[in-house]
């Protein structure tokens, strides 16, 4: 239900239809989803008077989500695989972007929320943590720490850092643990995107610190993964969305979903590195 003569209407559309008919609707926003069968013969003509236009959806499983990159190739697929087994039905668009943007779409409505490493600050969003994904060391096969079960972040400063360029999220949890490890990093390479830092890694110009959800990855052979200890690493993982947002049933379930998916490809980096053929 929406009116489209004066701004604000809809907020009193909604105070006005919920007090003449409070058994009658579900709303949402400046939607009326659920009207009673008895109303039905009545509402038109009364919205009619008032001024009032209507417009009937019925309800469905479309959202859409903005997501970053790391996860949404290693970890959404397999999500998204089960929820539409729940709900085959499902239309959904997802944004693989940087976190910068994710927080943009969410605050501009683009996206029903983001799935991000959270931000220190809420600012104007609600936060829903999942998982911490853990940061770890990415090398050749053929290198000498492939052997290791687990390294010492400071010992990776004597080695040819591959990395993020400043900005983006796994770079900035890299930055900050090292300065409160005291710990000196200079990259030597700098990228914008995985794949061409897990490239450099393959052909052995130095070692990588990468979330481990973007392990494996996809036409990468070789690639080794380390746990990093003393101390260890990680990133909270979680939902943004704007404050007073809800999620639908569908999303509810995704989300359930999407939190048993990422503690089920972390389990293999927590014991022994993970070895990608």
């Not at 939607?31 to 009937?56: D, E, H, K, N, R």
């Not at 300065?179 to 110009?205: C, D, K, S, W």
């Not at 979680?238 to 995704?254: C, N, V, W």
């Amino acid at each position: 239900l929406r009116n489209f003569s004066r701004p604000g209407s809809s907020r009193s559309a909604g105070r006005w239809v919920t007090g003449c008919f409070p058994v009658c609707f579900t709303t949402c926003a400046s939607t009326f989803g659920s009207i009673g069968p008895g109303v039905w013969p009545y509402l038109p003509s009364a919205m009619s008077c008032a001024g009032w236009q209507i417009i009937f959806q019925r309800p469905n499983f479309t959202f859409i989500i903005a997501c970053v990159p790391t996860i949404a190739e290693s970890i959404l697929p397999r999500a998204i695989s089960l929820l539409v087994q729940r709900y085959p039905e499902l239309k959904l668009q997802v944004f693989d972007t940087g976190a910068r943007q994710i927080e943009r779409y969410v605050e501009d409505g683009e996206a029903n929320f983001g799935i991000v490493p959270l931000p220190d600050k809420g600012r104007e969003f609600e936060m829903t943590p999942l998982v911490d994904d853990p940061l770890v060391a990415v090398v050749a096969a053929s290198d000498p720490f492939a052997k290791l079960r687990e390294v010492r972040f400071a010992d990776l400063a004597d080695r040819p850092l591959i990395a993020f360029k400043a900005g983006v999220s796994v770079r900035n949890a890299l930055d900050l643990a090292a300065r409160e490890a005291g710990i000196v990093l200079t990259p030597q390479f700098e990228l914008l995107h995985l794949h061409p830092i897990g490239g450099m890694v393959q052909e052995g110009l130095g070692i990588a610190v990468l979330p481990s959800m973007a392990m494996p990855m996809g036409g990468l052979p070789g690639l080794v993964s380390i746990p990093i200890v003393a101390p260890r690493l990680s990133r909270r993982i979680g939902i943004i969305r704007l404050k007073g947002e809800g999620f639908s049933p569908a999303a509810k379930r995704f989300l359930t979903i999407l939190t048993s998916t990422m503690d089920e490809h972390n389990k293999p980096n927590e014991h022994v590195p993970l070895i990608q053929r």
